[in-house]
C-alpha cells in the first residue's frame, strides 16, 4: 500500500517564499511537516482507503501496516524548511534528559541541502569550552561572535547531534530529518522583536562543549548515511524500476516526474510504502530520497515500559507499583494532592528514579488528557474509585461521579490521544446477586446497590470501547482481597483489628453486620499480580479474578480468633446473635443493625478458570497465609 501525504504548515516569522512555490500553502509558512504523526500537526492521507485520516491515527489504529513498529509514537519528523531570515540559535537535548524533564524523545536530526538555498552559511557549533564561560559570552553580549559558521552548497548532508548549538540562516532551503520530538531549546535570538523566549539554563545543561565531530557530508546519489535512529539515501529513477521495500519507508520526491505502482508523483510529494507489501514499480525521470525508521526500542529509552496507576494510594496501587518497578518498569500514579505523596506506603517509593506522580482527578477530564498525553503510557492500571458499598447507599450520586463518569472519562483520554496504550480497569463481584454461584464471565449481572450499579456501567462501557474503537480495555473482576494497607472500613481488616487489639490486652466487643454473607479473602499481592498477567495477554478479555474459595463473615471472624488462641461459640440468631470465648464465656462479637445492608449479596464465590487457563497462573496465598500476614503487620 502507498499513503500519499498532505502536509501541515507551520507559519514562521522569518518564513521564505520557497514553499509556497511548491504548494498552495498560506503566506508566511516557513516549515512544511511533510510526514508527521505529531498530535494536531499531523501528515494527512490523500488517496484509498485511508483518505481523509491523519497519519498518527493510522499509526496508532493500523501497526501492521507499519511492520508492527514497536515504537509508541511515529518515530521520524520529515519537514521542509524555508528561510528569509536568520532562525534563533539553538540546541537540542538527548533523548535521556528530554526523558527526564519533558517525558519526550531529544532531537537528533540533518539537513539536506536544496538547490533552491541563495545563502552559502550554516551556524553549527560555538567556541566555547564549558557551561560557564558560555554563560558568560552570552551574559555580554557576544554571542554571534563565537558563533561557529560553515561554508555549504547544495546536496550537503549537515548533521545535527543532540547538544550542537547551531541555527539555520536566511536564504537556507532544506529538507530535515529529525527524531519525532518538538523540543527546541532557544539560546540567542539575534536581539530580535518581539522579543520571543530564551531557555538558557536549559540550553547550558545540554551543550556537548566537547563535540569536535565532523557534521558536514557531501551527500552523493546512492549514498546512504546511517545512523541509530534511521537510515536515509538518495535514489535514482530513470525509465521502469522494479523496488522491493524494507519495512515501511519514508520517500520525498526531490525531483522530476514519473509514477509509482501507476499513481503520479512529482517534486514536493511524499508518501511512505507501507510493510503490507513488497514489491513496488517506479516509472519516469526521478529524484527521491529515501528514509527507512530504526525502532527506539533497540536502544535504552524504549526498553522500559511505561505504567500509569489511578488509584495509586490504595492497597492495589502500591502493590502494583512495587511489582512494576521491580519489572523494571516506568511508573506514573495519579494522586488528588501533594500531601498523599507522604503517606507511609507511597513514600517508599518518592527517591526511585523510576516513579512519578501527577496531581490529577476522575472528575477533570482535561486532567486526564493532559496526563495520558504527557506520559504516554504502555500500560494503564485504573484502579481508582469510591469502593465502599455502604457509602454508595448514603452517597450515590457521588460515587457515580467517580466510578462510572470517571472511567468513561478515562476511556474518552485514551481513545482522543490515540496512544497505543492497553487498560485494565478493576471491576467488582458486587455486580452479581450471589443467587447464582460460582459466578464467571458469563453469569448475568444483577447490581444490588448503587456502588454495584456504577461499576456495571464502567464494565460495560469498558467492553462498548473495546468493541466500537477497538481499543485495549480488559475488565478484570477482582473478589475481595486484603493486605495489610486496609483500613478498618472493611470487614476483614476490622475483623483482625480487634483480634489485635485483644491479644495485646485490650477488651473490645466487635460489632458485625450479616455473618451469613459468603465472600472471598485473598491476599492484594497475588491480585496485583494477575492484574499485570492481564495486560501481556495479546488480545483484551473480560476475566473474573479469584480463588474460588468462599467463607462466611462468621467463619472468617472463627479463623481469625482460632490465631490469637481464642474459639468462638456462636449464641442466639439473627440480630440477637453474638459470639462469645468459648472458655470464659466472656462477649466478643455482636451483631448490629447499623451494618446490615439495605441489599446484599448472598454468595460472591468466583471460578476463574478462563483466566487461570490463559495466563497459567495460580495464587500463592491461601486464606490461613493472608491472616498471618494482617496479623504481623
Known amino acids: 500500500m502507498i499513503l500519499f501525504l498532505k502536509p501541515y504548515f507551520e507559519i514562521k516569522p522569518w518564513a521564505g517564499d520557497d514553499l509556497c512555490k511548491i504548494y498552495d500553502c498560506p503566506n508566511k509558512s516557513g516549515e512544511a511537516w511533510i510526514i508527521s504523526g505529531f498530535k494536531n500537526?499531523?501528515?494527512?492521507?490523500?488517496?484509498?482507503?485511508?483518505?481523509?485520516?491523519?497519519?498518527?491515527?493510522?499509526?496508532?489504529?493500523?501497526?501492521?501496516?507499519?511492520?508492527?513498529?514497536?515504537?509508541?509514537?511515529?518515530?521520524?519528523?520529515?519537514?521542509?524548511?524555508?528561510?528569509?531570515?536568520?532562525?534563533?540559535?539553538?540546541?537540542?537535548?538527548?533523548?535521556?534528559?528530554?526523558?527526564?524533564?519533558?517525558?519526550?524523545?531529544?532531537?537528533?536530526?540533518?539537513?539536506?541541502?536544496?538547490?533552491?538555498?541563495?545563502t552559502n552559511q550554516i551556524t553549527i557549533g560555538v567556541n566555547a569550552k564549558s557551561s560557564s564561560e558560555m554563560r558568560d559570552i552570552i551574559n555580554?553580549?557576544?554571542?554571534?561572535?563565537?558563533?561557529?559558521?560553515?561554508?555549504?552548497?547544495?546536496?550537503?548532508?549537515?548533521?545535527?547531534?543532540?547538544?550542537?548549538?547551531?541555527?539555520?540562516?536566511?536564504?537556507?532551503?532544506?529538507?530535515?530529518?529529525?527524531?519525532?520530538?518538538?523540543i527546541t531549546y532557544r539560546l540567542y535570538d539575534f536581539n530580535r522583536e518581539p522579543r520571543r523566549e530564551l531557555h538558557i539554563d536549559d540550553s547550558l545543561n545540554v551543550?556537548?562543549?566537547?563535540?569536535?565531530?565532523?557534521?558536514?557530508?557531501?551527500?552523493?546519489?546512492?549514498?546512504?548515511?546511517?545512523?541509530?535512529?534511521?537510515?536515509?539515501?538518495?535514489?535514482?529513477?530513470?525509465?521502469?524500476?522494479?523496488y522491493e521495500n524494507k519495512g515501511f519507508e519514508l520517500f520525498y520526491i526531490l525531483s522530476g516526474e514519473g509514477t509509482v505502482n501507476g499513481s503520479v508523483i512529482k517534486k514536493g510529494d511524499s508518501f511512505i510504502l507501507t510493510a503490507d507489501s513488497e514489491k513496488f514499480?517506479?516509472?519516469?525521470?526521478?529524484?527521491?530520497?529515501?528514509?527507512?525508521?530504526?525502532?527506539?526500542?533497540?536502544?535504552?529509552?524504549?526498553?522500559?515500559?511505561?505504567?500509569?496507576?489511578?488509584?495509586?494510594?490504595?492497597?492495589?496501587?502500591?502493590?502494583?507499583?512495587?511489582?512494576?518497578?521491580?519489572?523494571?518498569?516506568?511508573?506514573?500514579?495519579?494522586?488528588?494532592?501533594?500531601?498523599?505523596?507522604?503517606?507511609?506506603?507511597?513514600?517508599?517509593?518518592?527517591?526511585?528514579?523510576?516513579?512519578?506522580?501527577h496531581i490529577g482527578d476522575l472528575?477533570?477530564?482535561?486532567?486526564?488528557?493532559?496526563?495520558?498525553?504527557?506520559?504516554?503510557?504502555?500500560?494503564?492500571?485504573?484502579?481508582?474509585?469510591?469502593?465502599?458499598?455502604?457509602?454508595?447507599?448514603?452517597?450515590?450520586?457521588?460515587?457515580?461521579?467517580?466510578?462510572?463518569?470517571?472511567?468513561?472519562?478515562?476511556?474518552?483520554?485514551?481513545?482522543?490521544?490515540?496512544?497505543?496504550?492497553?487498560?485494565?480497569s478493576l471491576s467488582s463481584p458486587y455486580m452479581f446477586s450471589g443467587k447464582i454461584y460460582p459466578q464467571n464471565e458469563e453469569t448475568v449481572l444483577e447490581p444490588k446497590s448503587p456502588y454495584a450499579v456504577t461499576k456495571v456501567y464502567a464494565y460495560q462501557m469498558g467492553k462498548c470501547y473495546r468493541e466500537n474503537y477497538n481499543l485495549f480495555v480488559t475488565n478484570g473482576i477482582c473478589y475481595n482481597h486484603e493486605s495489610p494497607m486496609r483500613d478498618e472500613s472493611f470487614v476483614a481488616m476490622k475483623i483482625v483489628s480487634y483480634a489485635k487489639m485483644i491479644r495485646s490486652g485490650k477488651k473490645k466487643v466487635l460489632e458485625l453486620g450479616n455473618l451469613d454473607a459468603r465472600r472471598e479473602w485473598g491476599h492484594a499481592i497475588d491480585?496485583?499480580?494477575?492484574?499485570?498477567?492481564?495486560?501481556?495477554?495479546?488480545?483484551?478479555?473480560?476475566?473474573?479474578?479469584?480463588?474460588?474459595?468462599?467463607?462466611?463473615?462468621?467463619?472468617?471472624?472463627?479463623?481469625?480468633?482460632?490465631?490469637?488462641?481464642?474459639?468462638?461459640?456462636?449464641?442466639?440468631?439473627?440480630?440477637?446473635?453474638?459470639?462469645?470465648?468459648?472458655?470464659?464465656?466472656?462477649?466478643?462479637?455482636?451483631?448490629?443493625?447499623?451494618?446490615?445492608?439495605l441489599n446484599d449479596a448472598d454468595v460472591l464465590v468466583g471460578n476463574s478458570q478462563k483466566f487461570v487457563e490463559d495466563t497459567g497462573y495460580n495464587f500463592k496465598h491461601d486464606l490461613d497465609k493472608m491472616i498471618d500476614s494482617l496479623l504481623e503487620e
Open 140 to 182: 555580554r553580549g557576544l554571542v554571534e561572535e563565537f558563533l561557529i559558521n560553515k561554508q555549504i552548497e547544495k546536496d550537503d548532508l549537515i548533521v545535527v547531534e543532540p547538544g550542537t548549538v547551531h541555527a539555520i540562516r536566511g536564504g537556507t532551503f532544506l529538507l530535515e530529518v529529525q527524531e519525532s520530538s518538538d
Open 281 to 357: 514499480v517506479f516509472d519516469g525521470n526521478l529524484e527521491m530520497m529515501a528514509v527507512i525508521p530504526k525502532p527506539k526500542d533497540k536502544g535504552r529509552l524504549r526498553m522500559r515500559k511505561v505504567a500509569l496507576i489511578t488509584g495509586l494510594t490504595n492497597q492495589d496501587g502500591y502493590y502494583l507499583t512495587k511489582l512494576l518497578l521491580e519489572k523494571n518498569y516506568e511508573v506514573h500514579g495519579i494522586i488528588q494532592s501533594k500531601s498523599q505523596i507522604s503517606s507511609k506506603y507511597i513514600a517508599q517509593f518518592i527517591d526511585n528514579e523510576n516513579f512519578f506522580t
Open 527 to 597: 491480585y496485583a499480580y494477575a492484574m499485570w498477567l492481564t495486560l501481556q495477554q495479546d488480545k483484551p478479555n473480560d476475566y473474573v479474578i479469584s480463588t474460588g474459595e468462599a467463607y462466611t463473615v462468621r467463619e472468617f471472624a472463627e479463623k481469625v480468633y482460632a490465631k490469637i488462641g481464642i474459639a468462638i461459640d456462636w449464641i442466639g440468631n439473627g440480630l440477637d446473635e453474638k459470639g462469645v470465648d468459648l472458655k470464659t464465656g466472656e462477649t466478643l462479637i455482636v451483631v448490629s443493625k447499623k451494618y446490615i445492608r
Open 207 to 242: 551543550i556537548d562543549f566537547n563535540n569536535s565531530k565532523n557534521r558536514i557530508y557531501k551527500f552523493k546519489e546512492q549514498d546512504t548515511f546511517k545512523n541509530s535512529h534511521f537510515n536515509m539515501y538518495k535514489l535514482r529513477v530513470n525509465g521502469i524500476t522494479k
Open 363 to 424: 472528575t477533570d477530564a482535561s486532567n486526564l488528557n493532559r496526563i495520558i498525553e504527557s506520559v504516554k503510557p504502555d500500560e494503564i492500571y485504573h484502579l481508582a474509585s469510591q469502593s465502599h458499598v455502604d457509602v454508595s447507599f448514603d452517597m450515590p450520586e457521588y460515587t457515580t461521579e467517580v466510578n462510572s463518569l470517571g472511567t468513561l472519562r478515562l476511556l474518552d483520554a485514551i481513545k482522543a490521544s490515540e496512544i497505543r496504550t492497553k487498560l485494565f
Open 41 to 118: 500537526k499531523s501528515s494527512i492521507v490523500i488517496n484509498g482507503k485511508y483518505k481523509g485520516q491523519t497519519l498518527r491515527h493510522i499509526w496508532m489504529k493500523h501497526p501492521e501496516l507499519f511492520g508492527n513498529f514497536p515504537d509508541k509514537e511515529f518515530p521520524l519528523l520529515v519537514k521542509l524548511i524555508s528561510a528569509k531570515d536568520n532562525l534563533s540559535i539553538q540546541v537540542h537535548p538527548n533523548d535521556d534528559y528530554a526523558l527526564k524533564t519533558k517525558n519526550s524523545l531529544g532531537k537528533f536530526e540533518c539537513w539536506y541541502i536544496l538547490p533552491e538555498t541563495k
